[in-house]
């Protein structure tokens, strides 16, 4: 359980601040320095939002991989990996090589405490930032909930397409209005259609999905607990 009585420098008490209000907060901040005080904060919270809010992305993505890849041993990184719960749902379904990224040192220490991830390392994605892995080095890259404008935006895709070995896998969870933005912030989907076009990358799929289940007093429409996602699914086909 988490202690709600700790002082919060953001006002990230559930009694006054909930679940929805606090990725709110979030979603809004545009300062880098704030938002990763923020996050430090959040990973209190994390696994308590996530459950409060219906995230749906890990349960979904664990079926995905394993619709995929059948070898318990593939090398997967999860990436931008939070408090570690795919990481949790992964070892669940038998895979025993999974990696952890991610750019909050506190977020990553909870992801460490789970006891699931061969390896963690902290660092940020972006454009001309560079991931402390050598080229191909996974079977697998997922991204869940990662992908956005004021995030991780489409500029660190060409690195996160380097992680991934030919014939390897690039799976993400993302919002139905994310993959659809097509704005000088994010446009991951120009990304792909360059990448298809280049004979480099194949899209294998786009399944929809539930984002977040949602809570009781959450609108329909509501941008923020957004109900409609994608599981995105493509393979490398050369270098």
């Known amino acids: 359980m988490v202690d709600h009585t700790r002082e919060s420098e953001f006002g990230f008490h559930q009694s006054a601040c909930p679940a929805e209000e606090r990725l ?23 696994d308590e939002d996530m459950k409060a809010l219906g995230f ?26 939070g408090t570690g719960l795919f990481g949790m749902e992964l070892h669940s379904l038998g895979y025993n090589n999974i990696h952890a990224a991610d750019g909050n040192p506190n977020i990553l220490e909870k992801s460490r405490e789970r006891g699931v991830y061969t390896e963690l390392k902290q660092f940020m994605l972006g454009s001309n930032l560079i991931a402390p892995y050598e080229d191909g080095a996974f079977d697998a890259v997922v991204a869940i909930a990662v992908l956005g404008p004021g995030a991780v935006d489409h500029t660190a895709m060409p690195e996160i397409s380097r992680l991934v070995a030919t014939g390897g896998y690039l799976i993400l969870f993302i919002r139905k209005s994310r993959l659809e933005m097509e704005t000088e912030r994010f446009n991951v989907k120009a990304v792909f259609e360059e990448w298809v076009a280049s004979g480099k990358w194949e899209r294998l799929s786009d399944i929809s999905s539930v984002y977040y289940a949602g809570t009781d007093g959450v609108d329909n429409d509501d941008r923020v607990v957004e109900r409609d996602g994608f599981i995105v699914t493509l393979r490398k086909l050369i270098n």
């Open 56 to 81: 749906q992305g890990y349960g979904v993505m664990g079926k995905r991989i394993s619709e995929l890849i059948g070898n318990k041993n593939a090398k997967i990184l999860d990436i931008g990996c």
């Open 24 to 46: 709110t907060a979030l979603i809004a901040c545009k300062d880098m320095e704030k938002e990763n005080k923020m996050y430090d904060e959040w990973a209190f919270y994390y």
